[in-house]
């Protein structure tokens, strides 16, 4: 199993640009996340996926959206990217068997270093 | 709301020393505890967790960590640590039934030799 795959690994973009960030799963993980990490500040969750076709805001979403139309993909989408986005973004996935969830591992990325100018 | 508080952004150590990494978390329900590892240039890992049972659980590379509920506490711990330890640690924690984990700040830990 290849895991969590996430591309490009690296990107700049301009400000007003928009992208796409890739992340795959091949584990066949319910779960799927979206997270942005900046120095010392930790990760900040973006959005979730509890499967395909439903996702849900975490703590900081303002402009970002995603999409769950299969169970393997978890697309994130920049529309017009800003300085403050400038970040490195991690993808992870995770099984929960739902009412009894919430301790199962999260499986991380590589992550994609993102540089908006 | 929870929050978690990772109370050192760097700890420095000798190598074959022990060192400890602290971690304090705020929530008015139970929770699952958790501490990854993220080596330089890669994703994170998990170190190990606590869900419920005994309250120190270890993982496989010789580190520790205790769940004091009085405290609200989940400190990572090792004996002697190497130059391989040598990474950024970050503890988290989750509410029961739910999506979302919730990260520190993340601690620095240097091996030096």
């Known amino acids: 199993n290849a895991g969590v795959t996430q591309t490009p690994k690296f990107r700049i973009l301009k400000i007003g640009q928009s992208m796409t960030l890739q992340c795959t799963q091949d584990?066949?993980?319910?779960?799927m996340y979206w997270y942005r990490q900046d120095p010392g500040m930790g990760l900040k969750l973006i959005y979730y996926s509890v499967g395909a076709g439903i996702t849900d805001k975490g703590e900081v979403p303002n402009g970002y959206n995603v999409s769950r139309s299969t169970t393997e993909d978890f697309p994130l989408r920049l529309e017009l990217a800003a300085p403050s986005q400038t970040s490195v973004y991690f993808c992870a996935s995770s099984y929960s068997r739902g009412s009894s969830g919430g301790g199962e591992t999260q499986y991380f990325g590589p992550g994609t270093r993102l540089l908006v100018l | 709301a929870q929050s978690v508080t990772q109370l050192d952004s760097q700890v420095p150590v000798f190598e074959e020393a022990p060192v400890e990494l602290r971690c304090n978390y705020s929530?008015?329900?139970?929770?699952?505890l958790f501490w990854y590892v993220q080596y330089p240039n890669q994703g994170l890992q998990l170190l190990l967790k606590y869900l419920s049972g005994s309250t120190l659980v270890e993982s496989i590379n010789g580190f520790e960590a205790e769940f004091n509920k009085s405290q609200t506490s989940f400190h990572l711990r090792k004996p002697s640590v190497h130059i391989s330890d040598t990474a950024e640690y970050f503890c988290a924690v989750r509410r029961r039934n739910t999506g979302k984990l919730i990260f520190g700040q993340g601690t620095t830990l240097q091996v030096k030799p």
């Open positions: 929530s008015s329900v139970s929770v699952y």
């Open positions: 584990m066949n993980h319910n779960y």
